[in-house]
């Protein structure tokens, strides 16, 4: 079983003031996927913090997910600070979150949501709302669990896999 960490990105969860449902609904979607969640916190919305928490756990976690800090405003900044750790961008997990969500939620074309590979863990940056969490996940949860194989052996067949579905992908 991979091992995968939930990094929840918000001012009012880091101090409290609000419960974090976005981290709760992620932990129980990448679960879901066979995932041992080995490592959860809540963190505020600070790029140099976002950083160094989310390089501590390059290498142990083969999966690290982030709720929030992929809007607009002025302190969502996850993707910038990330953008430094991720050697390889995954444009099509943003290009997906947003599509696939978009008759559902509108205002998810706002979301600067996506994914990338650090060494052999795949980052996958989600929005903060737990409805956004959920939706994303359930689009991205066979590309995911793909990815973290490929990092995981480090050359796979894929011809093989496109021939025998993704159904077996573990």
Known sequence: MSTAAIITISD????????????????????????QITHRQIIPD????????????????????????????????????????????LPGFGEIMRTGTFAKTPLSILSRGGAGVAGNTLIVMLPGSPKGVRECLDLLGPAIKHAVKVLTIGKLDCQAETSQGLNGIA
Do not use: H, Q, Y
């Not at 390089?55 to 999966?63: E, P, S, V």
């Open 46 to 89: 600070d790029a140099a913090v976002i950083g160094k928490t989310v390089k501590t756990l390059l290498g142990t976690a083969r999966l690290i997910v982030t709720t929030g800090g992929t809007g607009i405003g002025p302190r969502d900044v996850t993707p910038e600070a990330l953008r430094p750790l991720i050697e390889r961008d």
């Open 12 to 35: 009012s969860r880091s101090d409290g003031a609000n419960t974090d449902v976005s981290g709760d609904v992620a932990a129980e979607c990448v679960s879901s996927l066979a995932f």
